[in-house]
C-alpha cells in the first residue's frame, strides 16, 4: 500500500510538470498550427520553413489564456493517473499471486518467463486503461477546446454529465480499441526484443552485464 500511495504521488508531480508538453502535443496531432512558419535552416543547412517549436506555441497559448491555460485538462488526467496506478498494482498483484507456481518452475532467463511475466503486465495495463479511459476522453475534449475557443467541458463532472448524456456509456469509451492495440503490441515488441539482446547479444563475462540488464528492465517493466 506504502509503495502504491508513492507511486501516486511520485505519478502526480511528474503529470504536473509535463502536462504543458501533453497540451501542445495534443494540439499539434491535430492539426492546430495558429502561428505562422519561419524561415529557418534544416540539418542540411538549407533554407526551408518551418512551424513554431515548443517554446513559441506555449507562449502563444500563455498570451491568450495565461499561464494557467498551459494546463487545460489536468484535473482528469490526474484522475487517470491515480486511479490506473492503483488498479494496475492491484491487477498485477493479483496475476503475480496467481502464476507464482509457473515463475520457480522457469528460469529468470526463460522465454516462457518473458511471457508470463508480460502476460502479467499486459492485463494490468489493459485493466488500468479500461477504467481510466473516460478521464482520457474527458482530457482531450477539454484541450482541443483550446482551437474553437469553446467551454464546453469546463470541469470532471460536468463532462461526465454532458459526455452521458449526448453520447451515453459509449462515449466515454470512444478510442478505447486502438489505445489498447497500441499498449499491448509495443508492451510485448518491447519486451520481447529486449529478451532476444539479453539473451543472444549480451554475454554474461561482461563486467557491465548487470548495468545493461537494468537498463532493459527499465525500458520494459519486465525482469528478464
Request: charged letters at 15%.
Amino acid at each position: 500500500m506504502a509503495d502504491t500511495c508513492g507511486q501516486v504521488l511520485l505519478g502526480t508531480g511528474l503529470t504536473v510538470l509535463s502536462h504543458p508538453l501533453m497540451y501542445i502535443k495534443v494540439l499539434m496531432q491535430v492539426g492546430h498550427e495558429p502561428l505562422p512558419p519561419t524561415l529557418g535552416r534544416n540539418i542540411f543547412g538549407r533554407q526551408v520553413y518551418q512551424l513554431p517549436g515548443l517554446f513559441a506555441y506555449a507562449k502563444y497559448i500563455t498570451k491568450i489564456d495565461g499561464k494557467a491555460g498551459l494546463f487545460k485538462g489536468l484535473a482528469p488526467r490526474l484522475c487517470a493517473g491515480s486511479i490506473g496506478t492503483i488498479v494496475h498494482s492491484r491487477v498485477l498483484l493479483v496475476a503475480m499471486s496467481s502464476l507464482e507456481t509457473g515463475k520457480s518452475q522457469n528460469g529468470d532467463g526463460s522465454l516462457q518467463h518473458v511471457v508470463n511475466e508480460t502476460s502479467k503486465e499486459m492485463v494490468a495495463r489493459c485493466c488500468a486503461t479500461i477504467v481510466t479511459h473516460p478521464f482520457h476522453v474527458i482530457t482531450l475534449r477539454c484541450m482541443v477546446q483550446f482551437i474553437g475557443r469553446e467551454t464546453k467541458y469546463s470541469g470532471v463532472f460536468d463532462s461526465i454529465s454532458i459526455i452521458y448524456k449526448e453520447e451515453g456509456i459509449l462515449g466515454f469509451f470512444a478510442g478505447l480499441i486502438p489505445r489498447l492495440l497500441g499498449d499491448v503490441l509495443s508492451l510485448w515488441i518491447c519486451n520481447l526484443l529486449a529478451h532476444l539482446i539479453n539473451t543472444y547479444a549480451i554475454d554474461d563475462t561482461m563486467n557491465h552485464m548487470g548495468e545493461i540488464k537494468n537498463c532493459s528492465l527499465a525500458v520494459t517493466g519486465v525482469s528478464i
